[in-house]
């Protein structure tokens, strides 16, 4: 029982567990989407013709496994939303079973040889490092039930599991012949378990290097074999992984890109070879992109030798999608490489590549690769999973069943039928309309509105302020007019409570339409207010006070925002719109939600994303700020919604679920049941009385408000 003890010591101090309280189990129901939403309108403004199939999709996966054994067998990896599998190359998938677990975003997966449903996976991000890891998970019954595989020695466990965030595992690989040898590609050295099979009590794991590895191959012959690990380092395993030695790395601009990246490839048509992608960058980041190489490692002589760059004259490999390149495993000489759009082949072992048609799948591919007979090839990207059954030449999406939508702004319509608008990580703006899921926007989606009392008049956003406006009839071609500000990325727009032609829009200005996006004012100019104003990064309304504003404005530290309010928003000029600034807040960082009072407009809630026990949540009674965080433990918040009128009932979006709490409550009380990814979207159907959640992973879910 001690990888018991050792199991909850490790999750209460990520905050897994919630402190004491009320936790009750809750109806929670997925809504979707888990088919790829159908283009509306496409070659429209909204989605234009060099768009069409590039934004839409059911989620971002980011790494892909074929069974050696049975290419119908696949399993997706998506970094926030956890595990897919399919029987049927990807005709349909179902869930991996990580909605469970407590961070189901999962890096990578690795399965037994023999028994088909013992698998084991790393949770976490391991390309952009989005989600950090809590270390490596073993299912035996085909992920109905998972165990963590830390390791139950002392002294000898992998060590993630405690509070830093910034960790990420690249890669769990275990022996094609031999479940029980596994290892670990993570930021935080490599690691070998030569019993990962056996009992939690037991498993032991050793530390072979220091460095940011993300890579692991095994190259088997008859009934031996030796592992390739690489990241920033080169390693290689020889004599079944006893015996380590550190690998030339090849040639790289070192001083100008500092961070290396290999990801490597092997063809049992090549033994003699090590295949690679080489990329460096600045950092982990996406930006800037760094440079891309396909270099070739000859074992024998340990040599590299650099077969071009791909970043000339091509779509550049970057660090963050590093496994974007696959080699033949029937023929070596034909390779595939991409990153955005196109796909490129190559058929002379990556001298000279061609281009395919752009269009055939979703932007930004993570991974690529072969099925066994070499025919089949694989894609996954932001979109879902890709199917090619002409060697990479012509591809389709296969990703029915993959439900790992990453939502940020979410709307519903007040009726009794479903309509939900959403603005998604690189999938634009997706519409649920009479039980049919439509790609409507093209972009990075965020913050979206339909109509309170027309649910046919809707806006969607996208990055860096772009707004699109269907005003009926399902045509989003009509754009709003674009409001002169400088917004963040996350474009944040809200519709007044009351007055529904009034739409307002964040930005180095707080802007203001009254007719629909048709024409823009400013009614709060950064500059004008203060010289350490940089950015309205968002704004909340009162749905029971009309007038009401509390603007969360960004400084030139960004990490000591001011919130400011007005009680006259309504004026007809701007200029006579009153601004007072509130008390400095108690504590530092960002701010997740600012909900007025309904009884009071002097009064709010405020709510911050922080992982610490305390000052997450707060109340302004008038004059100060009360702490109300009580048990929330470590649920980082990212979403609060409060119901209007006199009940006075606050919820909360967190990576544990949903947490709820009413005006007399003395606890926050938990509704369980959600998957264990982060929720930045929360909106109320008072019509159906139900409540509306957008994940980051997992698409959208809907419950009964708690009466």
Known sequence: MRWLLLFAISCWALGIYAQPGRVREWSWNFVGPDVQPAELNPGGSAIPAYA??????TGRINFLLVDPNDQRRVWACSPTGGLWYTTDEGESWQTGGTDALPVSGTSSVTIHPRRKNTWALSTGDGDDVFQYTD????????????????GGLRNHQLPFGGTDYHSYIGKVASCPLDFNF??????????????????????RWDKIADGYFYDVEFLVEGRSFTVFAAGNKFYKGAANGTLWTALPLPEYPAAEYPFLRLSLVLSPDAPDKVFAGVTCSEGITQSPAGDGTFQVFDIPSEQWTLVRSLRKEMSNLITTRARAIAVNPKD?????????????YSHDGGKTFEKVDRGQMHDDVHHISFA???????????????????????????????????????????????????GGYDT????????????VSWGDGFETIIHPKNPAVMFTTKHTGGIDKCAGEMSFDQSSGAPSTRTEWHTWIRMHPEYHEVIFCAGSSLMRSRDLGASWESIFDCSKMGSQLK????????????GVLYAYVLTTSAENPEIWRTFNVNAEDPANIMWEKMPDLPVSGWISAILPDPQDPHRCWVSFTRREFEGKVWYFNGTGYV?????LGGAMIDAGIMTKGNSRRLYLGTQQGVYTRGWSDTSWTLLDGLPGTAIKSLDINYITRELFVGTFGRGVWRGPLFE
């Open 332 to 344: 070596h000489l034909h390779v595939l490489t991409t990153n955005v759009q196109p796909v490129y």
């Open 627 to 631: 702490d109300e965080t009580r048990n």
């Open 52 to 57: 069409v199939n590039r934004g839409n999709g």
């Open 135 to 150: 270390g490596v998970w073993r299912t035996r019954n085909g992920g109905k039930k998972w165990e963590n595989i830390n």
């Open 535 to 546: 950015n309205v990064f968002r704004f909340y309304l009162s749905h029971d006070h009309p």
């Open 372 to 422: 066994p007979d070499g025919k089949t090839g694989l894609a996954s990207h932001y979109g879902g999973v890709s199917y090619s059954t002409h060697s990479g030449l012509h591809w389709k999406n296969r990703d029915s069943g993959i439900g790992a939508a990453n939502v940020f702004g979410l709307s519903v319509a007040q009726s009794e039928e479903i309509q939900v608008l959403y």
């Open 182 to 203: 596994m290892v670990v590609a993570s930021s935080k050295g490599l690691f070998v378990s030569r019993n990962a099979g056996a009992p939690l009590s037991r498993i």
């Open 428 to 439: 634009g703006g997706n519409l649920l309309h009479k039980g049919k899921w439509y790609h």
